[in-house]
């Protein structure tokens, strides 16, 4: 036998009745977001490699480590979107879209790229499904996008939630705090991994966020952002927690959150799990304010927000076996025989035309067999069509719930289902 091919590391197969429940979460979500305001947008998985060096920073891991780089046959750098915010900000910026409307809401699903390490609840290819919305600089816009998302996870029936907000600073208290920053971090430099040696000089916010257990222990005692904070930043700060409040929304201040990207101004936020199937794995949501990239990376000044939701992390805490999320057909029919199976094939033309769910045994199978395959895919009703029903016309229809049978005509079998 020839060797097989094997899928990329890091990048799964997803089918059958998994296929199922993703579509149910991803189903819920988008109606959720449709219902809040959001839009649909869809970009292109390939960008410019500069649209994420320049939005997501060039000394974050993302951008250094894990970015799905090459060359073009023209010689260009091209670059797997390893998140979605940037490219909309880029689709917001080249349509002018500004222009047309003062808010825009979007949301986007799909798959992103990181070259990470693997480990449960964390992919090379994984899903996202992300909202952004430009135009509101009020701070009730955050406490909005927090309650659509506890009002998703509530309705899954997800528990063991916690919400974690903190401001990272607007861009004029960043000075105060990395030059405060940096005079924590000076002294312990040679203790610092390579990476946060470089970051140290280049963007010591950074190393906050570094893995490297010495350098997670070093950070354990670093000056917090929240306490550099200008009054009108806190002013926001707390005015997203009141609008959380108002809507009964728990949640926890963490002044140690900050994020792996470097676009953020403002608020930040989580969403993280204590459900054991994540690992360590454990945020499901992530999002925040970036009031400065839509004008970095070239357009008019416009306060944003938004976050992200890891589809694969989402549907793991969702409670339900994924069978339990399968279509069961309305009807199976099981023909005994060539005519039997043509004339089988008009019926369930005629009831699919109608709306139902039908599957017809195109195998010349016993009737046994057949049963057998119906009750496998949790068929609601059964009809076998043999001789007899052919030569009368009429046929006897199985209810597998109740267990119960009636007879109608072969024509008209909707009455049944
Ligand atoms: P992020 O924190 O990089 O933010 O990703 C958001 C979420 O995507 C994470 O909380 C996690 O659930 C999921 N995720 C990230 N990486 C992986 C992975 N390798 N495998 C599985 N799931 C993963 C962003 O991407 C921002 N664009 C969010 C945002 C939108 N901020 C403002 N607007």
Sequence with gaps: MAEAVKSVRGMNDLFGSDAAKWRYFEGRCIDLFERHGYQEIRTPILESTQLFSRSIGEATDIVEKEMYTFRDRKDRSLTMRPEGTASC???YIEHSVSRREP?????????MFRYERMQTGRYRQFYQIGVECFGLAEPSIEAEQIAMLTQLYGGLGVEGLEVLINSVGAADDRPRYRAALIAFLEPHRQSLCGDCQRRLDQNPLRVLDCKVPTCKAIVADAPSVVDHLSDSSRAHLDGACEGLTALDIDYRLDPRLVRGLDY?????????STSKDLGTQSTIVAGGRYDELVESLGGPPTPAVGFALGVERGVMTTPGEPDSFRRPPDLFIAPLGDDARRRALVVANDLRAAGFSVE???RSVGAKAQLRRADKLGALHVAVIGDNELASGRVTVRDMQTRTESEHPLGSLRAAL
């Design 264 to 272: 953020y101004t403002g608020t930040v936020f989580e969403i993280v």
């Design 360 to 362: 017809v045994e195109h």
């Design 103 to 111: 808010v825009t809401r979007w949301y986007y699903s799909g798959p």
């Design 89 to 91: 900000v880029r689709a």
